[in-house]
């Protein structure tokens, strides 16, 4: 089992390399955001090609991308383009907390939602129940999350009002300007009103996947010898499908979690557009359509390495919850 | 054989999943997966609307009605949707918008499978070095996040349709090459492909002739699948600005337009919406049924 997490975090070295040349190949053909300051008859013609050199525009985007490189190996992420003044580092980790508090809460939701009805609707397979769930997953898997915000938003923040005239919920942002020091409490149920819709949103179009998932492992395992054996030597049919069925059912599951990890932290990027949510979704689309590679950059590494890093966990895992499976 | 469905027939029973070809089958159990006819006709009732439809409503997507009367007009006679900000028919805008989506979708998803089959069939066949450095491939664009990626892309190559669908598919073919990398190398054991290769067949002629017509029904449920996905895809993108840009309707953009008129005007977000999540569910409804009919192993 050493050997083998060793060799596997070996192999993810080659797969991150291949992320960031992708990644910077594409954020590489984003035109150079100085070469339009030269319209400008203000800005001397020395200090754009200041800029342009100190930026590495002047070199050819593989040279550049090992200027990059060499200053992320020393820890030096470089400057923000977007926020001048910032540096890269800076305007990923204001936007982090807001990405992570949010979809925490939609992972937390969708999860705890999914499970018991992907259990319910695979113990009554074919019954109205399970007609119901599975209707209701495909809607949710089908919805376009931009659509599903702007009605939500035309509902709760236009149409219903609360008796002081103000809408029922905030149509965006995350937090009501001049709350930042409010008592805590104050400042708990301030934000949650911002997060209800962002997070019923998402969590309606993720649970989907997770039921129909829980749902056909559930009766994958349902199916199985030892289900039967325990039903025919009278175990309660409760005991059966708790005890029994849903341990090994629930294995699956498990690397389901584990892989889903990572998406806490890349965001979503339109729900955050549309409620106007300063998160890591939003920031990077904004920073690489304005060839602010470096803050782009550090926000896509993030997720893709914690994509990579949580596939090797979930095999662990997976190792671990299932002792049939050996890895060598 | 055909005896035996004859004596079925006199008896007056049904006939057993024996007596059908493996499409007859495969369409016999489709036909009893009610979902999938639900999503069937949801299809068959967008495509009639798409194409159909401008034959029946002869208005042109893009004329604009002259002044301020012209705009945001509700339903009438004259404009059975309405009228969007510049005076245009929505009804027309919903037809010729419905194409372009449908177009994108179809195109994108057909492509994506295409080019995973490809590099799928290449890695499973001949395994050893091409497999290796074309899966480390594979898996590094998976973990990749792919949607900062596709506005990125879509934001340098243009925003006409046949660019839209090209980032489409520069990231949506690597599920398919797993796919058939797994199928394949389990196919390329069996007693036909080494028939196949003691006569003589060539490498090329195995992977397209013998293996991937058995990779076949499992790339159209994809497929299927797929196609809802790219629309939605081409939604997002055109939602975010980078799409099909303007005077050309895509349901996408239309909704990206429709966005800032949202406290006057709610209809116009209500229209396009609706048309690409019935699609999507049309398209996810009838990709899921069409799974669990070539399963052989479950009853339906």
Known sequence: MRDYIIRRVLGMIPLILIVMIVSFGIFSLVPNPFAALIENPRIKKADIQRLIKAWGFDLPWYLRFFKWFS???????????LYPGSTARDVISRALPVTVRLMGIEFLVSIAIALPIGIISAVKQYSVTDYVVTVISFLGMSMPTFWFGLLMMMLFSVVLKRPSGMPLLPAGGFITPGLEEA??????????????????????????????????????????????????????????????????????????????????VGGAAIT???????????????????ADYPTAMIGLMLSSVLVIAFNLVADIVYAWVDPRIKYS | MAEKAIEAKKKGQKKSSEDYTYVGMVFHRLTRHKLAMVGAFMLIFILLFVFVGPLIWRANPNTQIEGLGGLFNPASRAHPLGTDDYGRDVLARMFFGGRISLFIGFISAISSTLVGALVGLVAGYYGGWS????????????SIPTFPLLIALASV????????????????????????????????????????????????????????????AVLIVSTTIGIGGAIIYEASISFLGFGVQAPFASWGNMLQNAQQFIWNSPRLIIYPGLAIFMTVLGFNFFGDGLRDAIDPKLKL
């Open chain 2, 131 to 142: 497999d290796n450095i074309l899966m480390r491939f594979t898996d590094a664009m998976l």
């Open chain 1, 71 to 81: 200053g992320v190996i020393r820890g030096d992420w470089g400057p923000s383009l």
């Open chain 1, 183 to 264: 008592p805590f409490w104050a400042k708990l149920g301030d934000r949650a009103q911002y997060l209800v819709m962002p997070v019923v949103v998402l969590a309606f179009s993720s649970l989907g996947g997770y039921a129909r998932y829980m749902r056909s492992s559930m009766l994958e395992v349902i199916r199985q010898d030892y289900i039967r054996t325990a039903r025919a030597k009278g175990v309660p049919e409760r005991s059966v499908i708790y005890k029994h069925a849903l341990r090994n059912a629930m294995i699956p599951i498990v690397t389901l979690i584990a892989l889903s990890v990572p998406g806490i």
């Open chain 2, 157 to 216: 190559l243009g925003k006409g349709v046949w660019q839209i669908i090209l980032v489409i598919v520069v990231f949506g073919w690597m599920t398919d090459a797993r796919l058939v990398r797994g199928l394949v190398l389990s196919l390329k054991e069996q007693e036909y492909v080494e028939a196949a290769r003691a006569i003589g067949a060539s490498a090329n002629r195995i992977m397209w002739r013998h293996l991937f017509p058995n990779t076949l």
């Open chain 1, 272 to 290: 955050e557009t549309i409620f106007n949510i300063p998160g890591m979704g939003s920031l990077i689309i904004q920073a690489e359509t304005k």
